[in-house]
C-alpha cells in the first residue's frame, strides 16, 4: 500500500497568512494526488484533483502543486472559514489511501 | 442539486450484520463510480470500497475483505454496503462519495451515516 505522509500535523495561523502543508508519497505516484477540506461535523469537500487542478466553486486562494513523491496545497491568504483540517489522498493505485490530517488552527 | 444521502446506520453486536444504502439524484446515476471511505470518531478518513459504474469492477480496502460487499443498482439510482461480521473496529461514519471519472478523486459526499459496533 502506498503511504501518504502530511506535514505539519497542526499548524496556528492568522487570518491574511500564506499557508502551506505538504504531503509525501511512500513511492512515485505520478499526478494521481487530491486534496479535501473537512470542518467539523461535516464531510470532506473537495479542492484539488490530479495535484493541481483547482474543483470547480472553489476559491482561487487554494493551489496544488508537485508530482511523483512531493506535492503541496496552499492557501494564499487565510480566510476565517479556511479553518478546517486538510487531508491529501493519492489515487494512483488501490487502496486508496489518505494522509493522516493537518488541522489549521486560529493563531 | 447533485446529492447523495446515506442511511441504514445504526448500533450493532460484534459479529452482526447492516446493510448501508445511499441514495443518489440530481445526476445521471448510471454513468459514475462510487466509493464508500469511513471516519472512525476523531480519525481520518479510510477509503473502504470501489464499484464502477456498471458494477462489473469492485475493489476492498483489506481491512474489510471478505466481510463487506459493495453493490449498485442503477435503476434505482441507489449504492449499498453490506456489512458482515462486524468488528468493534468498524465502528465509524460511513460516507458515500461520487468519483471524479479518471481521477478517482471524490467529488460528491453525503453526510454520512454512523455504525456503532458494540455490545
Known amino acids: 500500500d502506498i503511504q501518504m505522509t502530511q506535514s505539519p500535523s497542526s499548524l496556528s495561523a492568522s487570518v491574511g497568512d500564506r499557508v502551506t502543508i505538504t504531503c509525501r508519497a511512500s513511492q512515485s505516484i505520478s499526478n494521481y494526488l487530491n486534496w479535501y477540506q473537512q470542518k467539523p461535523g461535516k464531510a470532506p469537500k473537495l479542492l484539488i484533483y490530479?495535484?493541481?487542478s483547482l474543483q470547480s466553486g472553489v476559491p482561487s486562494s487554494f493551489s496544488g502543486s508537485g508530482s511523483g513523491t512531493d506535492f503541496t496545497l496552499t492557501i494564499s491568504s487565510l480566510q476565517p472559514e479556511d479553518f478546517a483540517t486538510y487531508y491529501c489522498?493519492?489515487?494512483?493505485?488501490?487502496?486508496?489511501?489518505f494522509g493522516q490530517g493537518t488541522k489549521v488552527e486560529i493563531k | 442539486e447533485v446529492q447523495v444521502v446515506e442511511s441504514g446506520g445504526g448500533l450493532v453486536q460484534p459479529g452482526g450484520s447492516l446493510r448501508l444504502s445511499c441514495a443518489a439524484s440530481?445526476?445521471?446515476?448510471?454513468?459514475?463510480?462510487m466509493n464508500w471511505v469511513r471516519q472512525a470518531p476523531g480519525k481520518g478518513l479510510e477509503w473502504v470500497s470501489y464499484?464502477?459504474?456498471?458494477?462489473?469492477?469492485?475493489y476492498y480496502a483489506d481491512s474489510v475483505k471478505g466481510r463487506f460487499t459493495i453493490s449498485r443498482d442503477n435503476a434505482k439510482n441507489s449504492l449499498y454496503l453490506q456489512m458482515n461480521s462486524l468488528r468493534a473496529e468498524d465502528t465509524a461514519i460511513y460516507y458515500c462519495?461520487?468519483?471524479?471519472?479518471?481521477?478517482?478523486?471524490?467529488?460528491?459526499w453525503g453526510q454520512g451515516t454512523m455504525v456503532t459496533v458494540s455490545s
Open positions: 462519495a461520487r468519483d471524479v471519472s479518471g481521477h478517482d478523486a471524490f467529488d460528491i
Open positions: 489522498q493519492q489515487s494512483y493505485s488501490t487502496p486508496w489511501t
Open positions: 440530481g445526476f445521471t446515476f448510471s454513468s459514475y463510480e
Open positions: 490530479a495535484a493541481s
Open positions: 464499484i464502477s459504474s456498471s458494477g462489473g469492477t469492485i
